[in-house]
């Protein structure tokens, strides 16, 4: 007797079998109403502000006597998942405070890309941080952004230095434009010696006009400012602006990261990619010499 | 009207496929949720006369959390080669079909590529490509479907990362309802 099935028998068994499949992945996926919506499943709500509150309560707990302060940076993330959850292992190997995400976690600014990689950044052990990119900001991207992680200028004073992390994307905020004037006081206004994040190079032509470009200028000539760190162009890049330190950050691809440390008259930078990791010792210039932190 | 003149053009588009295909097939009316189509959305479908071949347009609306409403239209088509019956109920076990996606917005750079100095600088952001797969059940005028989608720019993610993306939230899901006359 032959146990021979006939071939429709098993076209139509594979067919139910992949609906039955089917059918128990939809009763567990979510139903996400719209690509372009900013209706998002990540629990993160107002993500940068509770985590400033986070570092500066660790920051109550360091001595004078305590090492310097380390940051790790990462930057243009994109869709590029692999790659940051890489980069995130390293990091996580790394003695460090906090780590700040210098913008472009999206490619389109669309609330499934936020989520991946929110829920990516969730696995930095240290508290971190995210500057809003220009491809955040697409669409409805800056309502995402800030309902996952808050207003996109703040400010915190944490272990003798003001950190801001600053929305500089001329292009994608036309509309509103950018805050210039809050920037300019916080770092005027400030006691102690300022860090800037943001995602954009602080003398993009393509971002900026000739005026703005005036006006950035005389920010970054501001006596307490120091150090500016940004992403946006996908490679590393060192410079100074008289006395201010502009350090760019390259994309995570490769698994790219920087490390800094600051010292209160200096800072140790050190550019990692693919697991190599290249050290720069800078000191501040005499006349801008950051006072001891309080 | 802009929704009258989008529903006047793609029914001119597709009205082609209905005569290609049969005199008999149906029209009907569909209202759903979900798959990347909107938290709520209305359209009129065509079903070929073998019932393989669905081609849906539907207007969307999902409400916005920062003041106006997210608006799109969707061009839906899929096949479901394989059906059961059981008297009169009829179940298509597997559809599979693409669902284009258009944003009725001005919001920033949605139009764009062009306005970045840069041309092609962004990828078009207006338009959203989905893949779709759906099961249906029929019994009389009514059918009764569920969908779920996956994105274009997801499915990207996925075959560039296929070990970094968690494979089960990538997916929408939604469910509906067609009546044909």
């Known amino acids: 007797m032959s146990s021979k099935v006939p071939k429709k028998d098993i076209y139509f068994l594979s067919i139910l079998l992949i609906a039955v499949g089917m059918f128990f992945l939809s009763a567990c996926a979510p139903i996400r109403p719209s690509p372009f919506a900013e209706k998002v499943l990540t629990p993160l709500q107002n993500s940068n502000a509770i985590t400033i509150e986070q570092i500066q309560n660790q920051s109550q707990t360091f001595s004078e006597n305590s090492r310097p302060l380390r940051l790790a940076l990462i930057a243009d993330s994109h869709s590029n998942y692999r790659d940051l959850d890489l980069t995130i292992n390293k990091i996580n190997q790394e003695d460090i405070d906090f780590t700040v995400h210098l913008g472009d976690m999206t490619e389109l600014g669309l609330a499934i890309e936020y989520e991946a990689a929110a829920s990516l950044l969730s696995r930095l052990q240290k508290p971190w941080l995210t500057v809003i990119g220009n491809h955040d900001a697409v669409g409805n991207g800056r309502n995402i952004y800030r309902k996952i992680f808050g207003s996109e200028n703040q400010v915190f004073d944490s272990r003798g230095y003001r950190f801001i992390i600053f929305n500089n994307n001329q292009l994608e905020y036309m509309d509103t434009g950018l805050s210039w004037a809050w920037l300019r006081y916080q770092i005027t206004n400030s006691a102690l010696p300022v860090v800037l994040f943001q995602h954009a190079n602080p003398f993009n032509t393509d971002n900026f006009s000739s005026d703005q470009i005036q006006e950035i200028q005389s920010i970054l000539k501001l006596p307490r400012l120091r150090a500016v760190f940004h992403g946006h162009l996908h490679s590393f890049q060192q410079s100074f602006f008289h006395s201010v330190f502009i350090q760019q950050v390259s994309r995570t691809e490769g698994q790219s990261y920087a490390l800094v440390e600051l010292g209160s008259h200096s800072l140790n930078v050190q550019q990692c990619e693919g697991g190599h990791c290249e050290a720069r010792q800078l000191s501040f210039p005499d006349d801008s010499a950051a006072e001891p932190a309080q | ?181």
């Open chain 2, 1 to 181: 009207m802009r929704l009258v003149s989008y529903l006047f053009l793609m029914t001119l588009l597709l009205s082609p496929l209905s005569k290609a295909e049969s005199i008999s097939g149906n029209w009907s009316v569909a209202a759903g949720t979900g798959a990347y189509m909107g938290e709520n959305y209305i359209g009129a479908a065509y079903t070929s006369v073998n019932q393989k071949h669905t081609t849906e347009i539907s207007y969307g609306v999902t409400e916005g959390e920062f003041g106006s409403d997210v608006e799109q239209m969707n061009l839906q088509y899929s096949f479901s080669p394989v059906e059961m019956n059981w008297g009169p109920l009829r179940t298509n076990l597997l559809g599979i079909g693409m669902i284009l996606s258009r944003w009725n917005s001005s919001a920033g750079f949605v139009n764009s590529p062009s306005q970045y100095p840069e041309e092609g600088y962004y990828a078009m952001t207006r338009y959203r490509l989905s893949l779709l797969f759906s099961h249906m059940w029929n019994f009389k005028k009514l059918t009764v479907f569920v969908n779920w989608a996956l994105l274009d720019q997801t499915a990207i993610a996925l075959y560039n990362n296929p070990e970094y993306v968690d494979r089960q939230e990538v997916w929408s899901s939604g469910f509906g309802l067609r009546w044909s006359w």
